[in-house]
């Protein structure tokens, strides 16, 4: 016999990153996350700002809050809002479903009383109007003004998969204008010294492309080696 299952799950206490750790990611850009991550840490591609030529809605940073709600339920996402600290970006998990929204602008307008830093669904949300007069970092993969549910069960805190990729409560994000990336707090500073040789590498490059650069010396090099057949 099956028991009904308890209608939320919730972890309060988990390891968080320091504020050196959070201040270095805030400075980063998400493609430099990606690059010290070996190419990996994106959310996928449909997930984007829903203002993002406003410069204050397109970008946010924060400790991870996790929050698993299934499709077309936000029960989770309520309870996650209300269990966020400051500084906190919940990152809702609803499978992908855009067939009804999970949050509009009053949920929002209580995550930013709570001065949550943004919000990342990889689904629905609504009531864009309000959303941008709260002034909450939202990134959703979809805009849709059907309503859920809010029945559960849901978790908050526990692990959820978003975009293919694992995330778990107390990881670090960066969301900007490209995107959401996410790092593994186990992996934070590993993946914090590859940034800095990044965004060295980076300016340097730019520098040159600046001063007139047409062609990368690597390509240069390759053209110019017996890796090449030519057949003109």
Do not use: Y
């Amino acid at each position: 016999m099956i028991h009904e299952p308890p209608l939320l799950t919730a972890r309060r206490n988990f390891p968080r990153p320091t504020a050196d750790q959070l201040a270095a990611v805030a400075a980063a850009t998400t493609g430099w996350l990606v690059d010290a991550q070996n190419g990996r840490g994106s959310l996928g591609p449909r997930i984007k700002p829903l203002f993002p030529h406003d410069p204050k809605l397109a970008r946010c940073s924060g400790t991870v809050l996790t929050c698993w709600c299934g499709p077309d339920d936000n029960l989770a996402l309520a309870a996650a809002a209300a269990l966020a600290q400051p500084g906190d970006v919940i990152v809702a998990a609803v499978e992908g479903f855009e067939g009804s929204a999970v949050c509009g602008d009053l949920l929002a307008g209580m995550m930013r009383n709570k001065r949550v830093a943004g919000l990342v669904v990889d689904g629905a949300v609504r009531d864009l109007a309000g959303l941008r007069e709260v002034e909450l970092p939202v990134f959703a993969s979809a805009v849709n003004p059907a309503s859920c549910v809010r029945s559960g069960p849901g978790t908050v805190g526990l692990p959820v998969v978003v975009g293919g990729r694992a995330v778990a409560s107390g990881d670090l994000l960066l969301a900007d204008e490209d995107g959401v990336v996410t790092v593994p707090l186990a992996e934070a500073d590993a993946v914090l010294a590859r940034l800095a040789e990044i965004r060295a590498a980076e300016a340097e490059t730019l520098a040159k492309v600046r001063a007139g650069m047409q062609v990368p010396g690597w390509v240069e090099a390759l053209l110019a080696s017996d890796r090449v057949r030519w057949v003109d």
